[in-house]
Each structure stands twice: as structure tokens, then as C-alpha cells.
Nanobody
Framework: QVQLVESGGGLVQPGGSLRLSCTAS????????MGWFRQVPGKQRELVAD??????????NYTESVKGRFTLSSDNAKNMVYLQMNSLKPEDTAVYYC??????????????WGQGTQVTVSP
């Protein structure tokens, strides 16, 4: 029901910046949360940042290692979520996945994932 399209990954030098974008489309009744995970080969996928909306209030959580460097934002009218990544470090290198927790009409909410976009931080 839900499709996610990601963009913005690439190669950047340490200290540089990238901006990831994710657009959700399809038969969506309600989106409860949107965010980003990342994964490196041989390791478990981990949360980077996640945003939930209750009424008009947004709740954003970041993993400790990216606090102060990454910023999550959204454009609700377009069902889009962004991840601004500043002061990038080599340890940020990973495949980044957009995640949406959403429900269709008369169905339970479920997780939907993008295909992933590679972020490489290297001299």
C-alpha cells in the first residue's frame, strides 16, 4: 500500500554535509511516525532518528551518536521526511533506510521501508 522513495545519499568528506529525502506515497490512511535507520555490513540495523506526531506536537528522537549533528524534519502536506546530516564522520558510513509506520484504511499500522541510499564519508 505504501511506497517510499529515497534520495540524497552519496560520497562526502569528513566534516561535510548531506541531506536525505524520503517521500511516502500510496493508499495511506494515517502516518504515525517517519524516520531513518542505518545499517553497515554484518551489523544490525539501528535507529538514527524518528519523528512521531500527536496532534500538532512532534516528538523527535535521535540516537546519541548523531545528536547535535543531524536534524530530522518533515513536510506533512507532501508526506516527506528529511534528514540533514552535518559534521559527518567516517563512522556515519552506512546504508540509510527511510521507515514509515503507517496504516491503510481498515487495516492495522505496519512498517514500510525504502530501498536504502548509500552514505559514504571518506577523505
Amino acid at each position: 500500500q505504501v511506497q517510499l522513495v529515497e534520495s540524497g545519499g552519496g560520497l562526502v568528506q569528513p566534516g561535510g554535509s548531506l541531506r536525505l529525502s524520503c517521500t511516502a506515497s500510496g493508499r495511506i490512511f494515517s502516518i504515525y511516525s517517519m524516520g531513518w535507520f542505518r545499517q553497515v555490513p554484518g551489523k544490525q540495523r539501528e535507529l538514527v532518528a524518528d519523528m512521531s506526531t500527536v496532534g500538532s506536537t512532534k516528538y523527535v528522537n535521535y540516537t546519541e551518536s548523531v545528536k547535535g549533528r543531524f536534524t530530522l524534519s518533515s513536510d506533512n502536506a507532501k508526506n516527506m521526511v528529511y534528514l540533514q546530516m552535518n559534521s559527518l564522520k567516517p563512522e556515519d558510513t552506512a546504508v540509510y533506510y527511510c521507515r514509515v509506520f503507517a496504516s491503510g484504511f481498515r487495516g492495522p499500522p505496519d512498517d514500510y521501508w525504502g530501498q536504502g541510499t548509500q552514505v559514504t564519508v571518506s577523505p
